[in-house]
């Protein structure tokens, strides 16, 4: 009989003496844990404000903060986290008061016995994600119930709204199948229906992409047919994204693997096959199979590169990046719009059209049609060019991507002056996209990029 394999899990480690945390992270690494270590209380305590973990081990005698005072600040703000003590003394007040204070769930004596350890990690990780387990399948159990309430409460009503909605559809399917000349525009009015109704609002791009679109081409002077099938594509890029599972639309692109890295990757070819049978649509379809192909051949699904590309496939790829990477779709969390725009210059001649970057950055940055200000001047500055009554255009992420400012908010001297301490303090620099104010005439200063949404 093997043992179960690991728990795949966060541990933070803290004592003050380097090879004591040396020694720990030799016996758990072959674990197959996340370690992270720290060497005094108060930066645990960032640690834990920064990370998301499972279970802390900590000395118990430090100087400053002790372990027993900081798993006790650990119980109250992160009650859910494992909190186990590591001692060199057998002190049985030290272990109650751990106890009555940090709520401990083990009491660990130095030198500790390796497998002793590894086996009690084991077990509480164990007992942590079985009722993480349980908590989830209360809260199912309890959505489930009350959904079944109200479904056994208007039953009737809800039948007949149902049967409405598959009658609607069904009377704007009739329509489309009545007039062949328009049926590329319906198809593509009710794929993107569809795919709108598979994902969470936050990550239907499709519009956005479109309207970046319709501004580039125009900006590139592409011919009306060019510009349709840019559109149609705009609208109907992540069509082979509707046979997905929920799991795999909400994960970013590079945190799959496996079988799901291989369903991703096969996302434009199904796109491309179910639109073969709409003749209108050959080369929107031709654009949505090639969107993942990188310029130095290394994408998918057939290694073109360079200029074998489709032109419009090239220019399909820098929209969807660069609002894919601002939705958190690509890597783990959100890159800020000005971050997401450096990544496109980084990566140009290896995965973008060289020739198409730098023109689609400078879009973005004068007119920003994805930002969707509706003709409303923006202005793109730095924190000493800001005024006092200017509007923030969009929110404000700190370079590790900490949101600072909301959209909409309104610049005072004060909040101005605390953005320019900030690029001394963190020696970074910080661009904002602002509205100018309402009362303020005054022509932007010399070198001041302005933009119109």
């Not at 040396?22 to 992270?36: D, F, I, K, N, V």
């Not at 070819?269 to 654009?287: K, N, P, V, W, Y």
């Not at 970057?357 to 879009?363: K, S």
Request: charged share 25%.
């Amino acid at each position: 009989m093997t043992d179960s394999p690991p728990l795949v899990a966060t541990l933070l480690l803290v004592d003050d003496e380097p090879h004591v945390l040396s020694a720990l992270r030799r016996e758990l690494r072959r674990e197959g844990y996340r370690l992270l270590t720290a060497d005094n209380g108060k930066t645990a305590l960032e640690r834990m404000a920064e990370e998301c973990i499972d279970a802390i081990i900590s000395d118990a005698l430090m100087p400053g903060m002790d372990g027993i005072e900081l798993l006790a600040q650990v119980q109250r703000d992160w009650p859910e986290c494992l909190r186990l003590l590591l001692t060199g003394k057998a002190d049985l007040n030290a272990a109650v008061r751990a106890i009555n204070e940090g709520r401990i769930y083990h009491y660990i004596a130095k030198p500790w016995d390796a497998t002793e350890l590894r086996q009690t990690l084991r077990l509480a990780l164990s007992h942590q994600q079985a009722e993480r387990e349980r908590q989830r399948l209360e809260t199912l159990t309890r959505a489930q119930n009350r959904e079944l309430v109200a479904l056994n409460a208007n039953l009737e009503q809800r039948v007949a709204d149902r049967t409405a909605e598959l009658q609607q559809t069904a009377n704007m399917l009739d329509a489309a199948y009545g007039d062949l000349e328009q049926s590329y525009v319906t198809a593509t009015r009710v794929f993107a229906s569809l795919i709108n109704q598979r994902l969470p609002r936050h990550l239907q791009t499709n519009a956005t992409v479109g309207n970046l679109l319709t501004a580039f081409a125009e900006q590139l002077g592409l011919d009306e047919e060019s510009q349709r099938d840019l559109q149609m594509a705009a609208a109907l890029y992540n069509l082979g994204k509707l046979t997905w599972n929920d799991h795999l639309l909400t994960t970013p692109s590079e945190r799959l693997f496996a079988a799901d890295r291989d369903a991703y990757r096969r996302y434009p070819e199904t796109g491309e096959s179910l639109l073969m049978a709409l003749e209108h649509l050959e080369g929107t379809a031709t654009i949505i199979r090639h969107h993942r192909e990188r310029w130095n051949g290394s994408g998918f699904p057939d290694h073109l590169k360079e200029q074998a590309i489709p032109y419009g496939a090239r220019l399909l790829s820098l929209a969807v990046d660069f609002i894919e990477l601002q939705r958190g779709m690509i890597l783990p969390r959100k890159v800020p719009r000005h971050s997401a725009l450096a990544l496109l210059e980084k990566f140009a001649g290896r995965v973008y059209d060289p020739a198409l970057v730098a023109p689609f950055v400078e879009l973005c940055l004068e007119q920003a049609p994805d930002l969707g200000v509706g003709g409303r001047k923006v202005l793109s500055l730095e924190p000493r060019k800001l005024e006092p009554g200017m509007q923030l255009a969009q929110d404000l992420h700190s370079p590790a991507g900490m949101l600072l400012l909301n959209q909409g908010k309104e610049l005072s001297r004060g909040l101005i002056d605390k953005l320019i301490r900030l690029e001394e303090l963190e020696d970074t620099r910080l661009t904002l996209l602002v509205h100018p104010a309402e009362e303020s005439d005054a022509e932007p200063e010399p070198g001041t990029k302005t933009q119109t949404g």
